[in-house]
């Protein structure tokens, strides 16, 4: 309720409270003249109030309107792309009402601008219903806005190009439509290609469109700037004129004042309710802008940032804040990428506002940290009142675009310089192969057709004369099933030659899971196939070569045996004549050398059946307890003299006849058994025969044989070269123990032949065991046994005895004469029966010996005895001749002793045996077998027999054997 003005009793009982008179007209003049301000004051806050109500709803209507624009442009642009993606005519007319709706709408809304109108929006309810309210404004333009008519029209002429635009792409689409219809897919990719084109104008249509939206918002924000602060003014007007008729009022009528009061409250309630709906306007500018994905910012007449969307600090890095105010150029364009300082004068972005002209292209803008990235924009110059106040500059990170750009041309690049072949072709395989879309460079080198010779024709332009046609065959059903194939095929180049091609197709389906087209490489690889069948033959040499060898073998073996078994045969008859002791000695010999010899022949013959392929095995009944104390029986001696323990165990579960080649396992066994024995000085070797964890059928049982000594054991490095032809653990000159190396190598291919697995398991020092397994059938019958064998399962243990000693008092005697003579020679070799053919030969020349096995003892007995000369054998155990040699000429020099004569004596006869033997410090070299006229020969060189006695006893300082 508006308050009473004051009763007027109450002013005239005031006027004679002040007590004068003539005080009344004064008092009455001056409140009719308040009452009149009053009055007056409040018609003009009404007028002022009502045309900043209707300049408010003015500006909102322009906003709503410039709202509008914005997101009809959005939305026909959205619309622009899914014409281009539409695949029927019915969806393209759906999608052209719809364009066409917004079009009428826009040119609508930009008609209200420029001659004021009615707007309207409408709005949906719900997502569910289809009810719809409509928001209408009214604009009125006013004399001002005459600046922002030439943006209009250019959002209207731009709008006229993209209706052209679509009608372009209407006359495309239809190409294209007929294009899928008629299954042209030549003509549907080059047509895809224009409306990829077209497509490509559109972006700078609309661009400009957002740009000139943007000036527009900027525009409307700026005039709610100024609309702020001609309210602030008006504001502090108000006030001014509040205190004068404050103190006008106040002495006159408290009603009047109290009631100007209310209106003066309601002026000011209304002029901040105004100012928060310019602040709120402002904000709603600032978050349109921020919605842009475009950087955005504006610039002053000096080239000072003053505003900066979200999107623009992202890119740069920086907070509005920390930008506004500072010099565009030098916070974020002041240097180009390769670090060159870019001039403030060269800059494109400032030339804008000089020139009053928009710009747009591509540059390079910086960001807080220094990193530069580069940016596609536009600047357009900002007006007021038809001046140039600053300048406008929207702009994209193209980072992406480029790189994408780049790697593009790195993939064409690698394709074009591929050395292989690459060809793309039609899903539409035929007799004919697929038509060619796409070749490389590679291609060309390989084939000879340039691409313009191939595109658009089909595949068997490549086929020759060579070409296999079930090849192709296969080729084409692949293809058409829409599957890889990969394989060699033989066609022909352009010249007429042959091309030996490795073709490899892969599909290619798109989103959909539909056949697209093929890719294929292809590699020539004649050269390939040349080297392979080069390589065939050369194997196939190889093998007739190994096949050669092995008869050759095998007949010279035969050959070797038939006069060895003479030999033998014959030694034996002479043992059985009346023989005395020496002859008696001398045939044992021939005879122990004959049989070695024999054993080393039938190796070598089971080796070449191997090789040649020639061995049978035999599938008899057989009893293994049998097979094995026939091996150990055999064994025996040999372990005897060495003192070992040699045992057999056998699984109760094998008490039954067998069925394989018992001669073969034999064989096997005294391989292992024997190997055992040899390597092993002290211990023991034990044979066990159990069933292996496997699962044996009805028929079948898997054995399991270990042969497990206490012997040197074996090295890793060893273990690798065993089972192998020639080959032993220790290959080194000063091995120890001999053989050819074709023992293991020979068990484990009758193994092989035998279906079963051989393998070993050592440690060095501390022995080994070796193993093999074989699947051994179940005997039809017992087998009858007429040999002594334990029962299965119970172990045998045949124990070593030692030998006694010689007499050797007679043997003193000799040694004893031979030292006073200067006739004793050191006889250093390590085979037994070299030992006792040198030592007759010497005693034959009138020499004694002393004999010692190793160089190591070569070197202790050299310190013991005054020895005529010294036989040097190269190759021993433990230390060998060479390194003998170079110890006892060494103590020579360093104790001055006169030299002792040291000859050679080896079975290495290659040249340069002799040179290395003398190099090392040796006399001279005898090779063997030794002649006797030789040695006589040497030795008469070399010694010189003493007549004086010598004071020595050699029974008391000799170490090692004394032999005669």
């Known amino acids: 309720m508006t308050p009473r003005p004051p009763d007027p009793v109450d002013a005239s009982d ?32 009404a007028d002022l109030n009502d045309e900043l109500q209707r300049r408010s709803a003015n500006e909102r209507a322009r906003l709503f309107i410039g709202e509008e624009i914005v997101q009809g442009i959005q939305a026909i642009e959205s619309d622009l792309y899914q014409v281009a993606i539409t695949h029927n005519a019915a969806g393209y007319q759906r999608i052209l009402r719809h364009i066409d709706a917004k079009l009428a709408k826009i040119h609508h809304d930009l008609s209200v601008l420029q001659k004021g109108g009615t707007a309207r929006r409408s709005l ?69 290609s224009e409306i990829s084109l077209r497509l490509k104008r559109a972006p700078p249509y609309f661009e400009r469109l957002n740009e000139n939206a943007n000036r527009l918002f900027v525009e409307g924000e700026k005039r709610l700037d100024d ?62 802008l921020d919605t842009l994905s475009d950087g955005v910012y504006a610039t002053d007449l000096e080239g000072r940032i003053t505003f900066l969307n979200t999107a623009a600090e992202h890119m740069f890095g920086w907070q509005a804040a920390e930008l506004l105010g500072r010099p565009a150029h030098e916070a974020v364009h002041h240097h180009r990428p390769d670090g060159s300082t870019y001039p403030a ?75 292989q072949g690459i060809l793309i072709t039609a899903a539409d395989a035929t007799a004919d192969g697929g038509t060619i879309q796409y070749v490389n460079s590679g291609f060309t080198r390989i084939t000879g057709y340039t691409a313009s010779e191939v595109v658009g024709r089909r595949t068997a332009l490549l086929r020759g004369p060579a070409t296999d046609a079930q090849r192709v065959s296969q080729l084409v059903r692949a293809l058409q099933a829409g599957q890889r194939f990969k394989g060699e095929i033989d066609y022909q180049r352009k010249d007429g030659t042959l091309l030996v091609a490795e073709i490899d197709y892969s599909p290619v389906h798109d989103g959909e899971g539909r056949l697209t087209h093929f890719i294929a490489l292809l590699s020539d690889i004649g050269m390939r196939r040349a080297a392979e069948q080069a390589l065939r033959a050369a194997h196939d040499q ?32 002479l043992l059985d004549t009346p023989l005395n002791a020496e002859q008696r000695d001398f045939a044992q010999l021939v005879r122990d050398s004959a049989k070695s010899l024999l054993t080393i022949i039938n190796d070598i013959l089971d080796f070449s059946k191997i090789e040649a392929g020639k061995l049978d095995i035999e599938a008899v009944d057989f009893s293994l307890s049998r097979v094995v104390d026939g091996v150990i029986s055999l064994l025996a001696p040999k372990a005897q003299e060495k003192q070992l323990s040699l045992t057999s165990q056998i699984d109760p579960a094998l008490a039954i006849p067998l069925r394989g080649d018992s001669t073969r396992l034999r064989q096997i066994l005294l391989n292992l058994v024997g190997n055992a024995i040899k390597f092993t000085g002290q ?17 079948t049982r898997h054995v399991r044989f270990e042969v497990q000594d206490s012997g040197i054991g074996i090295s890793p490095a060893g273990q690798s070269r065993l089972f192998q032809s020639f080959s032993q653990a220790d290959s080194s000159t000063t091995r120890k123990f001999g053989g050819t190396g074709l023992g293991l190598a020979i068990s484990k291919q009758l193994v092989t032949l035998m279906r079963g697995e051989i393998g070993v398991i050592s440690e060095e020092g501390h022995g080994a065991t070796f193993w093999f397994e074989l699947p051994l059938e179940i005997g039809a019958a017992a087998v009858p046994d007429d040999t002594a064998a334990p029962p299965a399962g119970e172990i045998t243990d045949i124990a070593a005895t030692e030998s006694g000693e010689r007499d050797s008092a007679s043997r003193s005697g000799k040694l004893r004469e031979a030292l006073t003579q200067g006739r004793l020679v050191l006889l250093v070799e390590d085979n037994l029966t070299n030992q ?68 050679a004596m080896t079975a290495n006869a290659m040249q340069g045996d002799r040179e290395r033997c003398l190099a090392i410090g040796m006399d001279d070299y005898l090779s063997k077998p030794i002649k006797p006229e030789q040695l006589r020969d040497i030795l008469a060189r070399w010694t010189h027999p003493a007549e004086s006695p010598v004071n020595f006893n050699p029974l008391i300082h000799a170490e090692g054997p004394m032999t005669s």
């Open 683 to 699: 211990g023991s070797v034990a044979v066990r025969v159990m069933l292996a964890q496997k699962n044996s059928s009805v028929e």
């Open 227 to 288: 609309l702020e602060a001609e309210v602030h003014k008006k504001r502090e007007q108000l006030g001014l004129m509040e205190t004068v008729l404050i103190a006008l009022v106040l002495f006159l009528a408290a009603a009047i004042g109290f009631q100007f009061l209310r209106r003066l409250k309601f002026a000011l309630d209304e002029a901040q309710r105004f100012g928060k709906e310019v602040a709120h306007q402002k904000t709603q500018v600032a978050t349109i």
């Open 836 to 903: 006792k053919l040198t030592q007759r030969l010497l005693q034959r020349l009138g020499y004694e010996t002393h004999i010692v096995a190793d160089g190591q003892q070569a070197v202790a007995a050299f310190d013991t005895l005054p020895f005529a000369a010294i036989l040097m054998d190269c190759q021993m155990p433990v230390m060998d001749g060479f390194e003998a040699t170079t110890l006892i000429r060494k103590a020579e020099a360093v104790e001055g002793r006169p030299r002792m004569p040291i000859i």
């Open 124 to 192: 949906r309810l719900n997502i569910t219903e289809l009810q719809e309210i409509a928001q209408e404004v009214i604009f009125r333009p006013r004399a001002e806005d005459q600046q922002l008519v030439m943006e209009q029209i250019e959002v209207g002429s731009k709008l006229d190009q993209v209706k052209t635009m679509i009608g372009e792409l209407e006359e495309l689409l239809k190409q294209r439509w007929a294009a899928l219809e008629n299954d042209d897919t030549r003509q549907f990719y080059r047509i895809e």
């Open 542 to 573: 190889a093998l007739a070569h190994a096949r050669l060898k092995s008869e050759f073998l095998a007949n010279m073996s035969h050959e070797i045996r038939t006069p060895m078994n003479g030999v033998i045969g014959m030694t034996d008859l």
């Open 14 to 45: 005031a006027s004679r409270v002040h007590g004068s008179g003539r005080s009344l007209p004064w008092l009455l003049a001056i409140f009719v003249i308040s009452m009149g301000l009053v009055l007056g004051l409040r018609g003009f806050f």
């Open 345 to 419: 004068s060269e800059c494109p972005l400032l030339a804008v506002q000089k020139q009053g002209k928009a710009r747009d292209g591509e540059e390079w803008f910086v960001q807080r940290d220094g990193q530069c990235f580069p940016v596609s924009y536009r600047s357009n110059p900002l007006y007021q009142e038809g001046e140039i106040i600053g300048a406008l500059v929207s702009f994209q990170n193209i980072s992406a675009r480029r790189a994408a750009e780049a790697r593009i041309r790195l993939l064409e690049m690698a394709i074009e310089e591929s050395d």
